[in-house]
């Protein structure tokens, strides 16, 4: 069977919505074993799919520390890593005019939420596992007015070819995932001009679904791609190609 994670033991950060819980039920779905940890209350969430679930806060340092101490001495190894929880950014704001606040949480968790998941997670991890974060197609391509939160994913981006490197002599991958327009409860509050950007700055003319960014991540958590480490994949329905038929038509018609 391809992909499959029979046997599989699994942690996803933010895993009680959006991409990770999509992630966590198709991993249980190949045989995984899954832990999901968020900050918001995930338990119902995660016995209805058959996972556990823990209580974490990504952003602070200890809490992280101590979850993969704690799975460690209870002999909990990980064969994934899934450094997924993030928080998403108030567009439309120049640089000049942007929250110093919202800027720093949004570093807290995007950035320094995988920094922790990277310094204190491969100790948790077998040698031969998958780490996988969660980048963004912000990370690469210019969005006006979104300077914070690309430069958040920007720095996941960096994280992960660094750690790809240095955790290469125990055969543990690291590899983001980075996607665009997504359907999340996460940008609810988003959704109209995300289903607008989706029509018209995608080829694929509509925004991803979780479930479509999962299934990369379940590829490169599985042994069929033990030869990829250090990349980064966009999930972006060929967004980062440049322009669409319909922006050039804006653009003409304008």
């Not at 919505?17 to 969430?45: N, Q």
């Not at 899934?82 to 807290?108: H, M, W």
Request: charged residues 20%.
């Amino acid at each position: 069977m391809y992909f499959c994670l029979e046997n599989k033991y699994a942690l996803i950060t933010g895993g009680a919505s959006g991409i990770g819980l999509a992630t966590a039920k198709r991993f249980i779905s190949a045989g995984a074993r899954v832990i999901i940890a968020d900050k918001c209350d995930g338990s119902a969430m995660a016995a209805a799919v058959g996972a556990e679930f823990v209580r974490l806060d990504v952003a602070d340092s200890a809490a992280v520390r101590d979850l993969f101490d704690q799975l460690v001495a209870n002999g909990q190894w990980l064969d994934i890593l899934i450094n997924n929880a993030g928080l998403s950014g108030k567009d439309n704001v120049s640089l000049v005019d942007s929250d110093e606040a919202l800027t720093q949480q949004l570093f807290a968790v995007n950035a320094m939420g995988v920094y922790y998941g990277l310094k204190f997670g491969p100790r948790a991890v077998r040698d031969g596992g998958s780490i996988i974060n969660t980048a963004s197609l912000a990370a690469s391509y210019v969005y006006p007015d979104s300077g914070p939160y690309s430069a958040s994913k920007a720095a996941v981006v960096n994280f992960t070819t660094m750690a790809a490197a240095e955790l290469a002599d125990r055969q543990i991958r690291v590899n983001a995932v980075a996607p665009s327009f997504v359907r999340t409860p996460m940008t609810d509050s988003e959704m109209a001009i995300f289903e607008k950007f989706g029509k018209k700055a995608t080829h694929a003319l509509r925004i991803a679904e979780p479930e479509e960014v999962s299934a990369v991540f379940h590829f490169l958590a599985s042994d069929d791609a033990s030869y990829i480490n250090g990349q980064v994949i966009n999930v972006d329905g060929g967004m980062g190609l440049g322009f669409t038929r319909a922006m050039a038509t804006l653009v003409a018609e304008s």
